[in-house]
């Protein structure tokens, strides 16, 4: 009798949870309906980045990885107050060097981290920055200050920007860094967050420039015949971008900021910039596609990379069956962009596979090399993937880097960045976790950090750029 009883509680109790879970999914759905998990504008204005002072006397190691602890230091206030505390570069590893349990630090289950009800305030930041608009039969709506540019990369393919110039208070262009944004994954520049980020920075005083890659927005619509290679040729094309950029008038140096997928890309382009000749994930086939490495760096001011997908070959395995929106609205998300894309360059819409999609576009790339997809992908790759490793690639970076990343991302584990960190010994290379944002939701969760972290990381006085070891060489860019 005693177990039938308690066998009636345990049943009530799952019968109250399940209750609990149907009550809270209706809520989700009700405010998906009414706009609350779609994506938003994030005005900001030059007010909102707060100035950063000189570095404390404290600080003798003037690295990327001390200036982080110095920024934050001064900007963490404007981070909510219930949120708990961020994780930096020192706090990412243990005493032996090995990656701290990330999830565990910040209360979160991995395991819930794509559930509306585990992940609310995660999916809710990642939805408001997310889009579902696609511009390349038609162009995205104008910016103020900004024109539309098409940047030679070679004598039959350019690439679409928008370009704003930072401007005197009396009219002239101001002389003054050029900052280059990435979309995300097959995103364009009618992304409202591109915009609001663009034209914030303009007006901060920096030159930018918003480039749709090959595959992307207008670049997409004039070169439909020049597939997306995923971030492979794409590492040239941003090579030619920066040095075309350097070369206009009242340029000094070039900065690089990027989103989700394009976060790896600037991530990899830190590495390609700062290569070695016989790089072991650089093929021989791969590396006969790129000129050597330059002499000086291409991003000088600095490469910001937010909410990267480190592990993207697990996320390639996870869309080769179809999710369901219910259980995954992230990743369900990312497999419809997918099946856009595949009906658009004549694949089939089901199931939504992006291996497929990789696989067709590096066919009729025009590259041959002996193992296709799987060289590519060895390019690509920032952490081990099943049995397949790779090298410390941000080792090689010459430039500042810092990863920006929440640790509620429901798309690539905080964990990650945690592992990635574990095997880089580059002082120019640091990285923070934030309580909160979700997946490239920062703009929304705390603007007033977001772009004070953003113009603080490349002012030409107080930035990473001015307090790395190759400041130096950067300046006389």
Known sequence: MAGCCCMKRTNKRRAGRRSRMRAATLVCLALFTCGCFSEQSIRMTPSDARPMSGAPATIRERTTRSWLRAAHAQFQHLLPSDGGSALLTEDLVDRDGCPVDVLTRFGQDRRRLRTIV???????????AASRSSYIDVEA???????????????????????????????????????????????????????????????CGYHVAAIEPRGHGQTEARYPEISSTFGVLEMADLMFVSDWLRQQPHVRRAGLIGFCWSANVALL????DGREQNEPDLTPAVAAC???PAAAPRFAAGIVAFSPILRWEEMVDELESPV??????????????????????????????????????????GVRVPRGVAEGLQFLRLLPYRDQTC???????????????????????????????????????AAI???????????????RYYLSLIAGFFDPLEGAGAWGPKRDVMASQ
């Open 290 to 292: 790129f000129a050597p």
């Open 118 to 128: 585990g992940n609310f305030s995660g999916i809710r930041y990642t939805a408001v």
């Open 391 to 429: 090298t410390a690639k941000l080792n090689r970076a010459r430039v500042p880097v810092l990863i920006v990343h929440g640790a509620n991302d429901p798309l690539g584990p905080s964990q990650d960045v945690a592992d990635l960190m574990a095997a880089v010994s580059n002082p120019n290379v």
């Open 324 to 365: 369901s929106p219910l259980k995954d609205p992230i990743l369900a998300g990312v497999q419809d962009t997918v099946r856009d894309r595949r009906a658009r360059v004549g694949l089939c819409r089901e199931p939504g596979s992006l291996r497929e999609l990789i696989e067709f576009d590096y066919r009729r790339c």
């Open 269 to 272: 382009a830190a590495w390609f």
């Open 433 to 447: 976790i934030l309580p909160d944002g979700g997946h490239v939701g920062f703009a929304a969760y705390a603007r």
């Open 141 to 203: 709506p104008a910016w103020p200050g900004f024109e539309t540019v098409w940047i030679p990369v070679h004598s039959r393919f350019s690439m679409c920007a928008r370009v704003g110039y930072a401007r005197t208070a009396d009219g002239r262009i101001a002389d003054a860094d050029v900052l280059v944004i990435m979309p995300g994954f097959f995103g364009d520049n009618g992304v409202l967050r591109t915009r609001d980020l663009a034209v914030t920075l303009r007006e």
